[in-house]
């Protein structure tokens, strides 16, 4: 009305008058005519009363809409002193209308805030308060003292006295120091904050904070030195780094990211308890309704202590890789031991006649042509070993023995020449073999092969002999297949986890939340981009230890082939038949564990756990596929079987993670499905594959119940297959039992867990079983098997430690935190991931090793189990 009035004095119309376009400059002289005419106003309305004020005193006063109260104060900035300027107002009346506004002018900046201030929470929920305490922010002073001024403005619209009390103090433990505590009290509408100057030869920090509270919600923040600060619950996730937290929190914080070296410590109380997985509250019908916040205020305590340095880094680089380089070199060692042994047999067979008889050595030959069972204990002389001798007497007779016996020249001689002939001979039959096309469909070479196997298998006692009937050209090549699959889907599984885990990084660079990523942190050290690298570098040991296998592996390998080529009747007719392809397959599966662990660990959260697990899943699934392949070389599982149901299993664990957390439908869905697969694969083993799951399977059930069970009630024909199937039921059983009583959080655990069970449960009946046979472990596998088991439960111990856990908040994660136990730079899990490394290393080097007692031994008397 005031503003009508004015423009109708001073610009007078006739009532007719039509309205035309105003130019640009009219408008303006226009508006700024009207701005005089409001000011002129106010000013006849308005009592504007300026007070010089002073610090640590309490004014108490009342606003309406016909005054405005301007509060002056001065101080003196000292470039070399830090300390703050607190204002705290508190509104003494309630259910306000019109809320009070408090405006503080200060040289670079302006703050303002409303009483009762008013902070939303979830679901727009609003939380009034009425009692105030902010801390003006110090921008920095170029000399070293000035005066500055502030002003404090209070205006109201309300036509009703307000009454209020304004306090404005200084803050003399603004700055915090290093390596030393500090108690303060904050809560959602008194924020706090304060000053750090990193000291000089500091680069990097750790700022820790602690709570015995574990509500209300808090905030941490760490903001550059500017104005204004972001220090109330809907914008301290403005700029800087943040973090929730209940009782623990720690944000690494280094220098080249603050050019000012320096920066501010934020803690502010959230309105709700939500985000740190607090109770939700209730939900007001009404959107304008406020609610009652309560008391929410929390006890601090925060301490800034200095982060490693470079000597640290180093010393932590150079442990990781000393430990797994001490592996190859021992295996070095091992193998050069092994060719000294294995030259020392050679230089002692060349020195023995070829028609000397082991009667009159006194030794019982070791040569590679000689071979016999654990019941005659290798005393069986092979048919060609024994021609031979036969052949060299009959030539040469008596007379010839006693020239050999003198003469050793002429008997190396006598002997070159037959390991020519052989090796001659031995090229020749390989060059037709390999001239020979050979496909999948030639496994059986006899016509009554698909007879004969159906018999076989269904002995009573079977041996390997009986389960190694097919080409093994034909299974080297099934066999490697393993290896080249598994390497095609590390290329393509890995490319895509590489890259997503960069953007992961990235965005937590960038938008500087640190709930994102479940790191421990306070034993996160960072390395360029990297906000967590000891925990990346522990992974190497996968990699290095991966590595070493398969360079033991293709050792074997060569020698294998060469016992090949010359025909060597241990290679060919004793012995566990030797495919490298599983082992091969093995030793890649741990190193891109290695690799997809440490991806993993770039930024662990619960999206990407899976990255972690996935080939956890395929080295249970191969190891076992390897221990029966040992005994079952014809009737193993194909690649291609083996890995799809291995992405039936991510696949299902990947549902897990998304859908299983209380979802009643998935886990009655998963758990019969478990138990259906058990019993599928239980009869697949027990019949040795000579099954089929066709339209007749229900009817030959009944059969089977009908005739074993009812009519004359048999026992079962294979009692060892069938103690391990029960066994291994009832354990899978129990598991899918759990699961669907408890719906544990972590399915992807689960999950492991059960694929774990089920190789240890496997593992144990081989040992069992292999003991059970007369057959006996050496010396070597036998300290490997001990040494392995005792690194296996170390590992574990610090597994289960759990110092973060993505099933929870971030800010309940974080109260697993703990420091560094190893060289001030790896925590527990970091532990966890070098002892896993070796016992997974030293699990497959009893694979590899724990049947080398049977290579002399005739596979048609070694027992299938």
Known sequence: MVLRSCWKSRHKTSRGAAVR??????????????????????????????????????????????????????HTVSRNKSEGVRVSVDVLSRGLESPILFVVRQKQAVLSFQIP?????????????????????????????????????????????????????????????????????????????????????????????????????????????????????NNVAFIGMYQTMTKKGAITVQRKDFPSNSFYVVVVVKTEDEACGGPLRFYPLRPDVLIDAGNRSKDIDVIVTPAIKLEVYVMGMLFCLGIFLSFYLLTFLMACLENKRLCRMKRRECLIPADVSPAETGKIPASPYEYGSLADNGSTLSSEAVTDSATSTDIYGYAGQEVFKRRPILNRVHQFSICIERSLDSVGRSR????????????????????????????????????????????????????????????????????????????????????????????AHPMGALSAFNNILSNLGYVLLGLLFLLIVLKRDVIHQRALLRNDLNALECGIPKHFGLYYAMGTALMMEGLLSACYHVCPNYTNFQFDTSF??????????????????????????????????????????????????????????????????????????????????????????????????????????????????????????????????????????????????????????????????????????????????????????????????????????????????????????????????????????????LDTVQRDKIFAF
Request: aromatic share 14%; proline share 3%; charged share 15%.
């Open 21 to 74: 376009p105003v130019l640009p400059a009219a408008l303006l002289w226009f508006c700024v005519t009207r701005l005089a005419c409001a000011g002129g106003a106010l000013a006849e309305t308005n009592i504007v009363v300026q007070k010089e004020a002073e610090f640590d005193v309490t004014y108490n006063d009342t606003a309406t809409s016909e005054n405005q109260t301007i509060y002056a104060f001065n």
């Open 117 to 233: 201030l008013i902070l939303r929470g979830l679901y727009q929920r609003k939380y009034p308060y009425n009692h105030v305490g902010r801390t003006l922010c110090q921008p920095p002073t170029l000399v070293a003292s000035e005066t500055q001024y502030f002003f404090v403005d209070v205006s109201t619209l309300s036509s009703q006295g307000t009454n209020y009390q304004l306090r404005v103090s200084r803050v003399e433990s603004f700055t915090l120091h290093t390596d030393k505590k500090f108690s303060f009290t904050a809560s959602p509408s008194q924020p706090q904050y304060f000053k750090y100057v990193f000291p000089d030869g500091v680069d990097t920090v750790i700022v820790k904070v602690n709570s015995d509270m574990t509500f209300p919600c808090s905030v941490m923040s760490i903001q550059d030195i500017q104005c204004p600060v972001y220090d109330l619950d």
């Open 432 to 523: 037709l073999e390999s001239l020979s096309s050979v496909e999948e469909d030639d496994y059986d070479t006899l016509d009554d092969i698909d007879s004969d196997k159906n018999i076989v298998r269904t002995k009573k006692f079977l041996y390997v002999a009986d389960l190694s009937r097919k080409d093994k050209r034909i299974l080297s090549k099934k066999y490697q297949i393993y290896f080249w699959n598994i390497a095609t889907i590390a290329v393509f599984y890995a490319l895509p986890v590489v890259q997503l885990v960069i953007t992961y990084q990235t965005v937590v660079n960038v938008t500087g939340n640190q709930d994102i990523c479940y790191y421990n942190f306070l034993c």
């Open 616 to 853: 956890m899943y395929m080295i249970a699934g191969l190891c076992m596929l390897k221990l029966y392949q040992k005994r079952h070389p014809d009737i193993n599982a194909s690649a291609y079987t083996a890995y799809a149901c291995l992405a039936g299993v991510i696949f299902f664990s990947v549902l897990g993670v998304v859908f299983g957390k209380g979802n009643n439908v998935f886990w009655i869905v998963f758990s019969v499905i478990h138990i259906l697969a058990t019993m599928l694969l239980s009869t697949q083993l027990y019949y040795m594959g000579r099954w089929r799951l066709d339209s007749g399977i229900l009817r030959r059930i009944v059969n089977v119940i009908y005739t074993d069970c009812i009519r004359q009630c048999s026992g079962p024909m294979y009692i060892d297959r069938m103690v391990l199937l029960v066994m291994g039921n009832i354990v899978n059983w129990s598991l899918a039992a759990y699961g669907l009583i408890e719906r544990p959080n972590d399915f992807a655990s689960y999950l492991l867990a059960i694929a774990i069970c089920n190789l240890l449960l496997y593992f144990a009946f081989y040992i069992i079983m292999k003991l059970r046979s007369g057959e006996r472990i050496q010396c070597l596998p036998l300290v490997i098997i001990l040494f392995t088991a005792v690194v296996w439960g170390l590992a574990l111990y610090f597994f289960f430690q759990g110092l973060s856990t993505w099933q929870k908040t971030p800010a309940e994660s974080r109260e697993h935190n703990r420091d560094c136990i190893l060289l001030q730079f790896f925590d527990d899990h970091d532990i966890w991931h070098f002892l896993s490394s070796i016992a997974m290393f030293g699990s497959f080097l009893v694979l590899l090793t724990m049947d080398d007692d």
